[in-house]
């Protein structure tokens, strides 16, 4: 399956059992996404062309063809393109899968609608075994986004992904 977006291209290679495996490509001047964590999940980024700037629980790095990164589960961490002007790929894997797959699917269809506050909730609340967002503390997060869900799919706000 591939999942496009704006300056974004996934091409997830397997979704099932215990690896969610992918190859990421970001185009040059590629926008970080929020700090976020995942609290069950190990992630790690082999880089194939050009170059990655990561922020991991606070520290910067810029990783470069041939590098690799491991972060694991708990780590704060954002991700984009070091470069504004050359794409950027890497082998990205996600253990155990989970349900990434399809929080990947649903963040990809938001991005190309444009984001707004209830889909973004409906998607934090759904996958929250996924994925938290590193700020507001998540206490806040379980709160609002568990009041902000039902409302979104009321307003046909929910997550678009497959449910195979």
Same mark, same amino acid.
């Given at each position: 399956?591939?999942?496009?977006?704006?300056?974004?291209?996934?091409?997830?290679?397997?979704? @099932?059992?215990?690896?969610?495996?992918?190859?990421?490509?970001?185009?040059?001047?590629? @926008?970080?996404?929020?700090?976020?964590?995942?609290?069950?999940?190990?992630?790690?980024?082999?880089?194939?062309?050009?170059?990655?700037?990561?922020?991991?629980?606070?520290?910067?790095?810029?990783?470069?063809?041939?590098?690799?990164?491991?972060?694991?589960?708990?780590?704060?961490?954002?991700? !984009?393109?070091?470069?504004?002007?050359?794409?950027?790929?890497?082998?990205?894997?996600? !253990?155990?899968?989970?349900?990434?797959?399809?929080?990947?699917?649903?963040?990809?269809?938001?991005?190309? @609608?444009?984001?707004?506050?209830?889909?973004?909730?409906?998607?934090?609340?759904?996958? !929250?075994?996924?994925?938290?967002?590193?700020?507001?503390?998540?206490?806040?997060?379980?709160?609002?986004?568990?009041?902000?869900?039902?409302?979104?799919?009321?307003?046909?706000?929910?997550?678009?992904?497959? !449910?195979?």
């Amino acid at each position: 399956m591939i999942l496009e977006a704006p300056n974004m291209r996934l091409e997830l290679l397997r979704t @099932k059992g215990e690896v969610l495996e992918m190859i990421a490509t970001y185009g040059g001047g590629s @926008k970080a996404p929020p700090a976020h964590f995942h609290p069950r999940q190990q992630e790690r980024f082999d880089v194939l062309s050009g170059s990655f700037w990561f922020e991991v629980d606070g520290r910067e790095r810029v990783l470069k063809k041939g590098e690799s990164m491991v972060i694991a589960p708990g780590g704060v961490h954002r991700i !984009r393109n070091a470069s504004l002007d050359e794409p950027a790929s890497m082998h990205w894997e996600t !253990r155990p899968a989970l349900r990434s797959a399809q929080l990947f699917e649903a963040l990809y269809a938001m991005a190309n @609608k444009g984001p707004d506050l209830l889909t973004v909730a409906a998607i934090a609340h759904e996958f !929250r075994q996924e994925m938290v967002f590193a700020a507001p503390p998540r206490l806040v997060q379980s709160c609002v986004f568990g009041l902000l869900a039902p409302l979104a799919k009321l307003l046909g706000k929910q997550p678009e992904y497959s !449910r195979e």
